[in-house]
Structures are given as structure tokens and as C-alpha cells.
């Protein structure tokens, strides 16, 4: 399967450069690219390797095309957002190669005759709906998942196999779960007499908008009394926990390995760096960008990157670093008296 690049500009846009009727194969990376694909250039260092592809087309950006253009052989499209245009690229490829799923349900699935499937929609080997479940249209469910008891999805949703979606829960168009993903269980709600734990019965859901991609084994709790909910357009790597009743905010996306903790409400916009910790009851703000590892402890508010990552060293040296800051409490009280003091004999020497 090919696609010609005039095409492919027609369809997406940006300023041809070149020969529009070379044919494309797909999309390469700058150093791998061949004579067949097309590559593209979002990052300015690589210029010079960008220069040298042997790719046919280049996908390049206004400020780096004047520099680009005079050594590079092939052709050229120009666009202000290199990286968007290239992932759009990819989605027109991979569109040609995708193999839609037959409408229906397999008949394997078990399909409570209280359920509402969407004659479009495609329910996979070993499924189980439960009553009250809607399935919006060309939604796809994958082989062995579990939708739960008035759970919805909505039109053009994708499951992978495997995905087990509690019920009460909800989630809008098109969106991708991937498989082992746990929607819906129950939050970590208990109350504490004498030192037992009586547990609290979650009755709330999980509401999830539209655009929404949960990665593979990633978890969601729903809510002790109300949802939680998660916006329009978030992106939720793997492995990710997120706990009962927190919110995050439209077209956030938080990396792998993300722990989020009870009722934390993260705003829009937000990027969450791989292994972050986010206590419970607090709230982050929009537009801000939490570095991977980092413990927030606290409530931010303002914009910005927060990172709060020692930085690794030799464990000897490490042992001696974290000895000091072990330490700094007293060296504080240290320098407290030694500044009483100095004043004293400052005072002293001034009368």
C-alpha cells in the first residue's frame, strides 16, 4: 500500500516542496528512511542528520526549512508542527493496513438481554455485558472483557482484549483502553475503630470523556459516594493507579508507573513525568509539568515545571549527602546560636 504525497498534502495540508507524485510506502525515522518514505524533522539538532536522509520527502517546520532546503535531495513539506503532521502521516498509513472488526456479537460472548448493543458495534469472543449496559455504535470490544452493569461506552470506543470495565462506569466516543486495564474497582476506603478497618462501600462510578487512552494494566477506582472523573482528551500511559474520587483535568497525560492517591484533583493541560507520586486531597493547577519521580506533597497552583528528583550519585556519596540532610536540623540550630551570638558581640562592640 502506497500513498502519493500530493495526496497526502491535500488531505493534511502544509506548502509542497518537490515532486508531489512520488509514491510513499510509509513513515521512517531520519537515519532509516529509504527512497519509499517519508521522515520528518521536530527536533533542530538533528539538522544535519536530517539533511543527509535518503528519505523522499521530508516533513519539516518553517524555521528549520531554509536551512534544510538547501542540501536536502528530496522533497519537502513545510508546516508549522512537524511532529503533529508526522503522527497524522502515521495514522493515514496505519489506516490502510487496519482491519475492521465484523459488526455483531461472537457467539461465544454472554450478552444480558437487558443490555443495549448497537447493531454497528463489534463484541469479541468471550465477552461478558451485564444487564443495563450500553454499547454505543461502531464501538469495539475486545476478546474476553467484562462490561459491567449499566457501564456505557460510546460510539467508536475501543477495548482490547481483556479490559475489565466495572459497573456504573462511563466513558464518551472514541476512546482506547488497553488490555488489563481494571476500571471501576473499588477505592482504598476504610474507617479506623480501635485499630480495625470497616470498610467503606464505594458507590460511585468513573466517568471518562471523550479522546480518552488508558494504557495496558492501568487502574482506576471509582468514587466512595460521588465519580471520579476523568476529562476530555487525557492520556494515561501504563500502570498507572489512579485512586477514588480524583479528577483529572482535559488533555492531561501522565506517564507510566504514576501513582495518584485519593481525591487529588489534577488540573488541564498538565503533564505527569513516569513514577510520580501525587498525594491524596491535594490540587495541581493547570499548565503544569511534574518531572519524572518526583513526590508532590503539597498543593501547586501556579504554572511550571516542579521536579523533585535527587540527583544520582555513588552510593558512598549518596551515604555522605544523606547523612547531612539527616543532620540539618541540628547544624540549623547551630547557626541559629552562632547568629545570636555574633549580634550579641556586635551590639557589644557597637556600645
Known amino acids: 500500500m502506497s500513498i502519493r504525497l500530493k495526496a497526502l498534502?491535500?488531505?493534511l495540508g502544509g506548502q509542497l516542496i518537490g515532486d508531489g507524485?512520488?509514491?510513499?510506502?510509509?513513515?521512517?525515522?531520519?537515519?532509516?528512511a529509504d527512497?519509499?518514505?517519508?521522515?520528518?524533522l521536530s527536533n533542530p539538532k538533528l539538522k544535519s542528520q536530517a539533511a543527509a536522509?535518503?528519505?523522499?520527502?521530508?516533513?519539516?517546520?518553517?524555521?528549520?526549512?531554509?536551512?534544510?532546503?538547501?542540501?536536502?535531495?528530496?522533497?519537502?513539506v513545510v508546516t508549522a508542527n512537524p511532529y503533529a503532521y508526522f503522527a497524522r502521516t502515521a495514522q493515514m498509513f496505519a489506516a490502510q493496513t487496519e482491519i475492521a472488526p465484523p459488526a455483531g456479537i461472537h457467539p461465544s460472548a454472554v450478552v444480558d438481554p437487558g443490555a443495549m448493543v448497537d447493531p454497528t458495534a463489534s463484541i469479541g469472543p468471550h465477552v461478558v455485558i451485564e444487564a443495563g449496559a450500553k454499547?454505543?455504535?461502531?464501538?469495539?470490544?475486545?476478546?474476553?472483557c467484562y462490561i459491567g452493569r449499566h457501564a456505557v461506552l460510546g460510539a467508536q470506543t475501543l477495548f482490547?482484549?481483556?479490559?475489565?470495565f466495572h459497573a456504573d462506569c462511563r466513558i464518551g466516543a472514541r476512546g482506547i483502553i488497553h488490555s488489563g486495564a481494571v476500571i471501576g474497582a473499588d477505592g482504598f476506603g476504610f474507617a479506623n475503630e480501635k485499630g480495625v478497618y470497616i470498610k467503606i462501600p464505594q458507590t460511585g462510578g468513573v466517568s471518562i470523556g471523550d479522546d480518552v487512552e488508558i494504557g495496558a494494566n492501568t487502574t482506576i477506582d471509582r468514587g466512595a459516594l460521588s465519580d471520579t472523573i476523568i476529562e476530555d482528551g487525557v492520556k494515561l500511559d501504563n500502570q498507572i493507579q489512579i485512586g477514588h474520587n480524583c479528577r483529572i483535568g482535559t488533555h492531561t497525560a501522565i506517564a507510566g508507573c504514576v501513582g495518584i492517591a485519593g481525591s487529588a484533583k489534577i488540573g488541564k493541560y498538565c503533564t505527569i513525568g513516569g513514577a510520580a507520586m501525587i498525594r491524596g486531597h491535594l490540587t495541581i493547577g493547570d499548565h503544569v509539568n511534574i518531572g519524572g519521580g518526583t513526590l508532590v506533597w503539597r498543593t501547586i497552583l501556579e504554572p511550571g515545571e516542579y521536579t523533585g528528583v535527587y540527583p544520582i550519585a555513588k552510593h558512598a556519596d549518596w551515604e555522605k549527602s544523606a547523612a547531612i540532610v539527616?543532620?540539618?536540623?541540628t547544624m540549623r540550630e547551630k547557626i541559629r546560636a552562632l547568629e545570636k551570638t555574633i549580634s550579641q558581640l556586635t551590639e557589644n562592640l557597637k556600645s
Open 135 to 144: 454499547i454505543g455504535e461502531h464501538a469495539v470490544v475486545g476478546a474476553g
Open 53 to 76: 536522509s535518503k528519505a523522499a520527502a521530508l516533513i519539516v517546520s518553517e524555521n528549520d526549512n531554509p536551512a534544510i532546503g538547501a542540501e536536502y535531495a528530496g522533497a519537502r
Open 35 to 40: 527512497a519509499t518514505h517519508i521522515t520528518f
Open 9 to 11: 498534502v491535500e488531505v
Open 21 to 32: 507524485e512520488i509514491l510513499l510506502s510509509g513513515i521512517a525515522p531520519l537515519d532509516v
Open 326 to 329: 539527616r543532620n540539618l536540623n
Open 160 to 164: 482490547h482484549p481483556r479490559v475489565t
